[in-house]
Structure formats: C-alpha cells, structure tokens
C-alpha cells in the first residue's frame, strides 16, 4: 500500500508541473530535394513533412504541416538553382505559417557554387528575416544537414561537414532560431539513404520526422513502452524501474537525444501522453448524444452516419456506444489509410 500511495504521489506532482504540449500550428517545412522527398516511393505519404504530421497529430489533431521543398535548390542566392526565387518559396510565405523548419545548402556544397560561400550567412539570414517579419511571427528552425555518401560528385559530404554545418551553427549568434541536429541523429546509419547516398529512404524521412517533432514538442519518444497502444501506469512503472540509469528507451527528456538518465524530466515528458493512444490516426469514441456525426476525436476524419442508428450514451463498454439495427444503418468515413501503402490494423 505504501508504494502505492507514492506513485500515485508522484503521479500528482509529474501532472501539476507538466508543461502543456504546444499548440496545434501550421508547419512550413522548407527545403530542397530531401525536404520534397525526391525518390521515394508514395512522395506525397512518405516525404518527410508528410510524417512528421503524423507523428504531431499523435499531441494535437490540428497540427499541419505542407511541404514547400525544391529538388536541386540552393540556398546562395548566387546558386545555381537560388531557392528564394522558386514559387515554393512564395507560397511558403504566403502560408503565414506558425513555424518554419529550413532544411537547405546541400546543393550549395558544389565547387560552382561553394566559390560563393562567404554570401552564405548573408543570404541565409535574408531567408529567416523574410519569415521572421510575416504576421504570423513563427517559430524559425535551422537544420544541420544530412550526411552524403554520395555517388554525385558535386555534392561533397566534406564542405558540408567542416564548412557549411559550423557556418549554419553560427545563426543563433545572429537571429533568433533554433538549431536541429539531424547529422549526428543519421551519420552512420546507411540504411537511411536511397543507393545514391544522398536521398533518404523511407526510413531515414521517418528519422527525419521524428528528431524535427521531438524538437517541436520537446518529448523524443512517444512513451508507450510495452506496446500496449495506451500510455499508462503500466507504462510508469517501466521507467521508475530504470530510474537514475542511463537506458536510453526511457530517457525520453530532453530531445533530441535525452540527457543519458532516467528522472524527472523523463517523467513529466511521459505525463504528456498519460492515457493517450499513440500511433493512431483515427479515433471514434462514439460518445455523442445526438446527431448525425461520429467524430474522429485525434484526427479530422469525421463519421457521417447513414439510416437510423441510436446513440446510446449510458450503452458502451467504455461511456457511449451507437446501436446498428443490422441491415442499413452504417457510418462511412472518409478514405484514412491505403492498404497498398503498408499494412495497419483495425480495432
């Protein structure tokens, strides 16, 4: 009982100290090939920002994201293919976003362009100030770049490294951003990349995702560490049995990468989740009262119900339930996953 009555003590200090996950807002991811998905199969579902919506709507149905990335552009504006003058990148002002995510200079790191490397800060704290003094004021983020391998000879994994990351790195100094580590999160991972060492697969976008939106959040895992499909005690009682060691499956607080030990910032990270059910992409509760709607209470993909089906608010298992009468009452849905995409279940 003793141990007991103290989790439950604790429970009530994690909780009343817990920082609210931040508001639902509208993400401009901005960038070049890598950022549009160049290569991927299904660009549109596996392309990094396409992700990474997925991954913030599992805090907040409203977030969105849209993707304004440019295969082949540059961030120099002496480039050879200058970003600032693509119709991405008016549209992505034109978008008054909440937060800007700049993931550019890859294409930059060839010689025919690099001879311009000293209008390289210049010109990208031309690109924050245009963001910056939108109405909107967002929240501006600095990718550090990917690793290259590349077979494409003008694109050189050394200058990105020793020169434009330690320029890059250099921003804050300047304007008010934020850096995003995505080099040390993905250089010795091969598996990341499609087979000319430049592009990210599948995987290495859904990496991507994952380390931008741990930034986003301030969470680096989403805590549901027995694969149950729900974040509760049982999940609690998993991390307080690692407590003050360094196994990096719970040290989910501060991200991107934690801080090598389990503690209380692990645990006020986990109580942003507590009852929740990550992974999901919809969610009917069918708790209504009355009407003609189920509605999708993590996503925006809202039931239209057809016939005459009884809402039965004291009839669930669990709070409210719809009654079918078994021959045409039903709730279609619009369309949410496509099985040629990969495999998902249904409860």
């Known amino acids: 009982m003793k141990k007991t009555i103290s989790i439950v003590l604790v429970l009530a200090f994690i909780i009343g100290l817990s920082p609210s996950v931040a508001d639902a807002k509208l993400v401009a991811c901005v960038g070049a090939s890598i950022t549009y998905g160049y290569g991927l199969p299904n660009q549109a579902y596996n392309c990094y920002p396409a992700q990474l919506e997925r991954i913030l709507r599992q805090f907040d149905s409203h977030w969105e994201t849209r993707n304004f990335g440019v295969s082949g552009a540059t961030l120099l504006r002496k480039g050879s293919y200058p970003y600032v003058e693509r119709g991405a990148y008016n549209s992505a002002l034109a978008s008054e976003p909440d937060v800007v ?3 550019l200079g890859g294409n930059d790191s060839a010689s025919n362009n690099w001879v311009h490397k000293d209008d390289f800060i210049p010109d990208y704290l031309a690109l924050i100030d245009s963001f910056a003094q939108l109405p909107s004021q967002p929240d501006i983020y600095i990718c550090y770049l990917t690793p290259r391998s590349s077979i494409y000879s003008h694109i050189r994994n050394s200058v990105i490294r020793n020169e434009i990351d330690p320029l890059i790195s250099q921003l804050p100094t300047y304007r008010e951003v934020q850096l995003i580590d995505l080099y040390t999160a993905m250089k010795d991972s091969p598996n990341l990349y499609q087979p000319d060492g430049v592009h990210l697969s599948t995987e290495g976008t859904r990496l991507m995702a994952e380390v931008i939106a741990s930034v986003l959040t301030g969470v680096r895992a989403i805590p549901d560490f027995n694969g149950d499909g729900i974040v509760d005690c049982a999940d609690i009682c998993l991390m307080v049995d690692h407590w003050h060691t ?8 501060p991200p991107p990468f934690g801080d090598s030990i ?6 006020i990270a986990l109580a942003e989740y507590l009852l929740t059910y990550p992974g999901a992409v919809a969610y ?11 509605y999708d209470s993590i996503g925006v993909n809202d039931g239209v119900l057809t016939g005459v089906p009884a809402w039965q608010p004291e009839g669930g298992m669990v709070d409210g339930a719809l009654q079918l009468d078994g021959i045409d009452d039903y709730v279609s849905t619009p369309f949410v996953l496509n099985p040629a995409d990969g495999k998902f279940s249904v409860f």
Do not use: S
């Not at 196994?247 to 607080?253: S, V």
């Not at 009917?284 to 189920?294: F, N, P, R, V, Y």
């Open 262 to 267: 389990v503690d209380v910032q692990d645990l």
């Open 101 to 103: 995510v700049i993931h």
């Open 284 to 294: 009917w509760k069918l708790d209504e009262t009355e009407g003609d709607i189920a």
């Open 246 to 253: 360094d196994e990096p499956a719970y040290d989910i607080a």
